[in-house]
């Protein structure tokens, strides 16, 4: 039983990781696309943190599979997890706030729970997972404070960009279960090299990357998008989805929104709304409520065999 909570708080814990290093991606994008274009900016965010995870798996005697079948799996997530989501994001936070973003992408748990209860069926749907989406979702409005959403809608396209990106997003984690038996860092490498060798040829063509005089800001911006919000979040991200679930792991979507605010207070000298602490138990119910669950039925199974 110890052995059992030990690894649901470790998950947990990965989760926080998870939701901070994709917390910080969107500042990261909003840096990044003030010199770079979008597509560019994912296409090298995609083949840098490919390369590195390559490597990775290079260095610990790991090779990517190569049979037709799993490649194109391969093919398939990164549309879901990278190509299609991290260039609608980049394009959006060109005319949208990074907060907006951070908003309307944490929805993803709602596309992953109705996905599941209305499609797959490949987890349960219980009335506290719903119960969870209703707090997470409560929380992030008490955290961000009501007054954020009065700007929706006056961007209209961008901001339905951002809410495709989360549907792909949910479309991914539920996917991504096809990976398992697998290292978590196959997938995340090969998912995200085929992304590169879709997105390389169109920055190629689209945006003529020789030409462009990226700043040391956007370029730092961009390694660190690359290195940390790409390479290790995957790797963490394909661990996750095998332990909680693709609706608990969605659920990092939630903590990702304060950890945005507190990046914000720390970085920017924003101020958080007397809310905040309130909302932030709204969330933390939430993601106990989708998560923690599902880690006690296997704990209690696992006890009886």
């Not at 005319?95 to 996905?115: C, E, K, Q, R, Y």
Request: glycine share 8%; charged share 10%.
């Amino acid at each position: 039983m110890t052995a059992a909570k030990t690894n649901i708080a470790f998950e947990l814990l990965l989760l926080l990781a998870l939701a901070t290093l994709w917390g910080a991606s969107y500042t990261f994008i909003k840096l990044g696309v003030e010199t770079i274009p979008p597509v560019t900016l994912i296409a090298a965010r995609t083949l840098l943190a490919g390369a590195i995870l390559l490597a990775v798996i290079g260095w610990r005697g790991l090779s990517l599979p190569r049979d037709t079948a799993t490649l194109g799996r391969f093919l398939f997530q990164a549309c879901l997890n990278s190509v299609f989501p991290f260039t609608l994001i980049a394009w959006a936070e060109r005319t949208i706030d990074a907060g907006v973003a951070v908003i309307l992408n944490s929805t993803t748990p709602i596309f992953a729970f109705l996905l599941t209860a209305l499609i797959t069926r490949h987890e349960p749907v219980t009335a506290r997972k719903f119960v969870g989406v209703i707090a997470g979702l409560t929380g992030i409005s008490l955290i961000i404070g009501l007054e954020a959403f009065r700007g929706i809608g006056d961007q209209l396209v961008p901001q339905l960009a951002v809410v495709l990106a989360t549907i792909c997003y949910a479309g991914a984690a539920i996917f991504g279960k096809s990976f398992k038996g697998l290292d978590p860092i196959i997938p995340a490498a090969g998912s995200l090299l085929a992304g590169a060798v879709l997105l390389v040829p169109a920055s190629l063509i689209v945006d003529r990357p020789w030409t462009l005089s990226p700043s040391p800001q956007s370029l730092i911006a961009l390694v660190c998008l690359s290195a940390f919000s790409t390479a290790l979040a995957f790797v963490i991200y394909f661990r996750l989805i095998h332990t909680l679930g693709s609706v608990g792991t969605t659920a990092q979507a939630y903590i990702r929104v304060p950890i945005g605010v507190a990046i914000g207070v720390l970085f920017l000298g924003e101020t958080l709304p007397t809310t905040a602490w309130i909302g932030l138990c709204g969330v933390i119910a939430g993601v106990a409520a989708m998560t923690v669950p599902a880690r006690k039925r296997a704990a209690a199974a696992a006890a009886k065999v």
